[in-house]
């Protein structure tokens, strides 16, 4: 079974600073990771994916996030946040066999941008 | 041109009633989902469909139940709404085949009272 721990349930940053949230995982298999991230009243959007191959990710809206497979974490960064980057950011894990690849989804991370 | 749409959006019904929430793709994935969010923001899947199998979270209740007329409309049912299915329903869809990451709909506020 997998399991995806998001170790802050609130982030609060200024505006232009740099930003990591931080995912840890565990899994006896190999996975796939993801990051989503809810707008306020919205539903989830898929900010970035790892499947295979370069550990260093790149998604949209500036936002990278790199696999560490030896520390089992996935964190989520940006170099420079927005005020429009407020919102709730999910980490997600799937594993690589078994059929379903259903994810298990992360508690969420709630980034605050304040000017 | 929506790709995972979810009608209604929000839903306030009274305990013991009957409700259904429609979901659509049009994105032609084989393989649609069902959500709970609950006041935390915790996510729990709650079914997996495609044209082969149904994957049901064994904590789901069995007055929940998924209906899928076909592989673009994945609708779910609840019978004798309880207080504590309040909470925000997600639809979503992925292709198994081509990638591997969720496209989902907006939600559907459900409130019982």
């Known amino acids: 079974a997998q399991s995806v721990t998001q170790l802050d349930s609130q982030v609060p940053v200024f505006e232009e600073a740099p930003v990591e949230l931080r995912c840890n995982y565990s899994?006896?298999?190999?996975?796939?990771l993801f990051w989503y991230v809810q707008y306020p009243n919205q539903g989830l959007q898929l900010l970035l994916k790892?499947?295979?191959?370069?550990?260093l990710v790149k998604g949209i809206n500036g936002f990278e996030a790199e696999f560490n497979k030896s520390q089992t974490s996935f964190h989520l960064r940006k170099p420079s946040v927005h005020i429009s980057d407020t919102a709730e950011y999910f980490c997600?894990?799937?594993?690589?066999?078994?059929?379903?690849?259903?994810?298990?989804f992360g508690r969420g991370t709630s980034l605050i941008v304040h000017p | 041109d929506t790709a995972v749409s979810q009608t209604p959006k929000y839903l306030v019904t009274q305990m013991g009633n009957d409700k259904s929430i429609k979901c659509e793709q049009n994105?032609?994935?084989?393989?649609m989902y069902w959500y709970k969010q609950d006041s935390k923001k915790f996510l729990k899947i709650m079914f997996s469909?495609?044209?082969?199998?149904?994957?049901i979270n064994e904590t789901v209740p069995n007055r929940f139940s998924p209906k899928s007329p076909d592989k673009a409309h994945l609708n779910l049912h609840i019978n004798s709404l309880e207080l504590g299915d309040s909470a925000v329903y997600f639809c979503?869809?992925?292709?198994?085949?081509?990638?591997?990451?969720?496209?989902f709909g907006s939600g559907t506020r459900l409130t019982v009272v």
């Open positions: 979503a869809s992925r292709s198994t085949v081509s990638e591997y990451g969720y496209t």
């Open positions: 997600a894990v799937s594993e690589t066999s078994g059929g379903s690849y259903i994810p298990t």
């Open positions: 899994s006896s298999v190999s996975v796939y």
């Open positions: 790892y499947l295979s191959g370069s550990t």
């Open positions: 994105l032609g994935h084989d393989t």
């Open positions: 469909y495609n044209n082969k199998e149904l994957i």
